[in-house]
T-cell receptor, first 111, second 115 residues
Framework: GEDVEQSLFLSVREGDSSVINCTYT??????LYWYKQEPGAGLQLLTY?????DMKQDQRLTVLLNKKDKHLSLRIADTQTGDSAIYFC???????????FGTGTRLKVLA | SQTIHQWPATLVQPVGSPLSLECTVE??????LYWYRQAAGRGLQLLFY??????ISSEVPQNLSASRPQDRQFILSSKKLLLSDSGFYLC??????????????FGEGSWLTVV
């Protein structure tokens, strides 16, 4: 199937690290993405990782990829209230035009 | 730089009425275009995508349809709306003439409430 799974909610305290997890389904996926959606808005690209990488770091963001388990995670260091949003992971199966998104994880940052 | 516009931003329509959502992309040519729907608690569902004028691929059987009358214009339509069509509709685009995994960019979305 084409179900990309994420937990629905995550709550953290300001200054702590947040880890958002994602399980994808297509082992041929060459690109995996993380998007952020603020209330009432479209999705903005946060970062992406190629399938031949295990880790990618971009300022406060760290992406870990476990291809064997088809598991992707996004770690946000020093989480701020402005990080409160819905985070979507997405996979791009090789040879298609489709981008398959997960259900989204709603991150709430408590002051 | 490339920009994507979709409208209207918000609409409230009665059951059985028609629908037309429009999306245009500027600053690029021959984009791949997408319509997604976001329903509460259900994530993003791919509805249609198009790799060229007049070429539409449908992912979900439903009472919606899509058309691409011009290279950078993508329209989502319905002849008769259902309550279940309510949701947040997002248009998106990518570049590239072949499947490449290029980053997908989204519009600001259209809120549809069917009453």
């Amino acid at each position: 199937g084409e179900d990309v799974e994420q937990s629905l909610f995550l709550s953290v305290r300001e200054g702590d690290s947040s880890v958002i997890n994602c399980t994808y389904t297509d082992s041929s996926s060459t690109y995996l993405y993380w998007y952020k959606q603020e209330p009432g808005a479209g999705l903005q690209l946060l970062t992406y990782i190629f399938s031949n990488m295990d880790m990618k770091q971009d300022q406060r963001l760290t992406v870990l990829l476990n291809k064997k388990d088809k598991h992707l995670s996004l770690r946000i260091a020093d989480t701020q209230t402005g990080d409160s949003a819905i985070y979507f992971c997405a996979e791009y199966p090789s040879g298609t035009y489709k981008y398959i998104f997960g259900t989204g994880t709603r991150l709430k940052v408590l002051a | 730089s490339q920009t994507i516009h979709q409208w209207p931003a918000t609409l409230v329509q009665p059951v059985g009425s028609p629908l037309s959502l429009e999306c245009t992309v500027e600053g690029t040519s021959n984009p791949n275009l997408y319509w997604y729907r976001q329903a509460a608690g259900r994530g993003l569902q791919l509805l249609f995508y198009s790799v060229g004028i007049g070429q539409i691929s449908s992912e979900v059987p439903q009472n919606l349809s899509a058309s691409r009358p011009q290279d950078r214009q993508f329209i989502l339509s319905s002849k008769k709306l259902l309550l279940s069509d309510s949701g947040f509709y997002l248009c998106a685009w990518t570049g590239g003439s072949r499947p490449s995994g290029n980053t997908i960019y989204f519009g600001e979305g259209s809120w549809l409430t069917v009453v």
